[in-house]
T-cell receptor, first 115, second 114 residues
């Protein structure tokens, strides 16, 4: 596997379920990100981890719980979600070296549907 | 509030035409501005990155410009092809070292008709 991978690619869950989204990067990067992409809304940054430490939490509800056990893996734990949480969840990574040309590399996303 | 606006929301043109996509932002204190491409149901691919000190960047048939004073960026696509059909997103990066904070526009959905 190369680049940024996400599993599962599609997920359907009820409001009382607990599930987790997984992201893995094979690029040797130091920072990882979760984004939410809803229909008709701009891509929204949810969480940022740098060297496994959370450095940004963009006022995300507590029903979304991130976990970054190491610099290659990022999880998003989901519980008691609402139908409006249905969206494409994208993971990204970057070198976070401070170089101005540093760019983020995105995974293919997990399409989440909450019933 | 840092906002990024992209107009139009959707654009359909015949193959072979040159076209311009627009991006405007409210805060001129940017680190850089990036253009991404997103195919349906897929992640984003970075196309061009313009540093705050630059005015334009080119890659193949793509040319992106940046005018910080007016808070605008454009993506020019020359000799469009059906394979260029995708959603194009621009994102401004706030002045911050290390891990990035990107603020995205809503995107322009481009369709190139054969």
């Amino acid at each position: 596997e190369t680049g940024v991978t996400q599993t599962p690619r599609h997920l359907v869950m009820g409001m009382t379920n607990k599930k987790s989204l997984k992201c893995e990067q094979h690029l040797g990067h130091n920072a990882m990100y979760w984004y939410k992409q809803s229909a008709k809304k701009p891509l929204e940054l949810m969480f940022v981890y740098s060297l496994e430490e959370r450095v940004e939490n963009n006022s995300v509800p507590s029903r979304f719980s991130p976990e970054c056990p190491n610099s290659s893996h990022l999880f998003l734990h989901l519980h008691t979600l609402q139908p409006e949480d249905s969206a494409l969840y994208l993971c990204a990574s970057s070198q976070a070296s401070g170089v101005i040309t540093d760019t983020q590399y995105f995974g293919p996303g997990t399409r989440l549907t909450v019933l | 509030k840092q906002e990024v606006t992209q107009i139009p929301a959707a654009l359909s043109v015949p193959e072979g035409e040159n076209l311009v996509l627009n991006c405007s932002f409210t805060d001129s204190a940017i680190y850089n501005l990036q253009w991404f491409r997103q195919d349906p149901g897929k992640g984003l691919t970075s196309l061009l990155l313009i540093q705050s000190s630059q005015r334009e960047q080119t890659s193949g048939r793509l040319n992106a410009s940046l005018d910080k004073s007016s808070g605008r960026s454009t993506l020019y696509i020359a000799a469009s092809q059906p394979g260029d059909s995708a959603t194009y997103l621009c994102a401004r990066r706030s002045p911050r070292r290390g891990a990035q904070k990107l603020v995205f526009g809503q995107g322009t959905r481009l369709t190139i008709n054969p």
